[in-house]
């Protein structure tokens, strides 16, 4: 466990102090010699219903653009999952942290399985916290939901640019390239991350693309939650004082921020995930129960790439036979070089 940990002061100096490596992260483990390609996909209606009954028969894959045989295929619910929880702790959340924890808690107790699913928590804003390394414990979990948002005023801060402006900025793609370049990206089986922010990055060193693409790398699928506090529509707009705290400090602090919602939906999209936007008719714990769901009723395809050449992104497609079923999944993989 030594190996795959994270001290919280090392993530907080590497986000924080200019450490934070803004190159695409390392490849996984697709070897050039044998060339298999592990998908999960989730299936659905046009009414969002999960389709858990199909066979191999049922779908078609292709890379890019060319047929792929599927050689192997289950339906999916015994691999051991690791979960990552990502929790967005900037001002505009800090009213609903209460209710993000709370359900987040009760998720985690019905989707981790003590003998062999492990969770972790990273909490983030201005700077990126681990909140708890990889762990089977529902308790040790419950005490880390605890902390998160407490005592930000105490924490280093690592020569971070603008030091000082408490409360200012998000690093929503920072914390998501950690979480896949340093922790999922090691693990085997199912991996996921769960978002739990509006969307807005206004303080990440890395790029919108960058963060997808280590996402990708990881294998890891990202569920997206869009959750508004009072001040969500007011943060794509942000002014710290004419400092100019866009990524890498270049960026005025007056133009427009991306659309949170699109960004989220991005995220999603590309890594095979889901978004999901919290309603007063769609609440986080029917959101959770959503993931749960999909979690529980995934498809795993494989197939020998017919591509001899290490390269670039590989573009992916899986379909289903049946009329009116939408498939989600990633959007390709990334050969080792």
Excluded: C
Excluded at 82 to 101: A, F, P
């Amino acid at each position: 466990m030594d190996s795959l940990s994270i001290s919280r002061r090392t993530l907080i100096a590497m986000a924080g102090a200019g450490l934070l490596r803004a190159q695409a992260p390392r490849d996984t483990t697709f070897s050039t010699d044998v060339k298999v390609v592990s998908i999960l996909a989730t299936v659905h209606d046009k009414s969002g219903k999960v389709i858990a009954d199909l066979t191999t028969d049922d779908f078609t894959l292709t890379e890019e653009d060319r047929p792929q045989a599927i050689r192997y295929f289950s339906r999916e619910n015994n691999l051991p999952l690791t979960l990552g929880l990502l929790i967005d702790t900037s001002m505009s959340q800090r009213e609903v942290l209460g209710e993000e924890k709370t359900a987040s808690f009760r998720f985690l107790e019905k989707v981790l399985r003590e003998d062999k699913d492990q969770t972790f928590l990273i909490h983030f804003d201005f700077e990126i916290e681990l909140l708890q390394d990889l762990t089977s414990s529902r308790s040790t979990l419950e005490k880390a939901l605890n902390q998160v948002g407490l005592a930000r005023e105490n924490r280093p801060q690592f020569g971070r640019r603008g030091a000082g402006q408490r409360g200012g900025g998000t690093t929503l793609y920072d914390s998501i390239l950690l979480a896949g370049d340093e922790i999922t990206s090691r693990q085997q089986g199912r991996k996921a991350l769960i978002l739990l922010t509006d969307g807005v990055d206004n303080g990440s060193k890395v790029s919108l693309e960058e963060a997808v693409r280590a996402a990708q790398k990881a294998d890891t699928l990202v569920y997206s939650i869009l959750f508004k506090g009072e001040q969500g529509n007011q943060r794509s707009l942000i002014d710290f004082g004419g400092r100019g705290r866009g990524r890498g400090g270049g960026q005025p602090s007056w133009i427009p921020r991306e659309d949170g919602r699109k960004v989220l939906q991005r995220i999603s999209r590309e890594t095979g995930g889901g978004f999901f936007e919290v309603s007063k008719k769609l609440p986080i714990d029917i959101i959770y129960a959503r993931i749960e769901e999909e979690l529980r009723n995934q498809y795993s395809l494989g197939y020998s790439s017919d591509s001899l050449e290490a390269g670039g992104f590989r573009r992916i497609g899986v379909a289903v036979k049946r009329p009116n079923l939408i498939v989600q999944t990633r959007d390709g993989y990334y050969p080792n070089r």
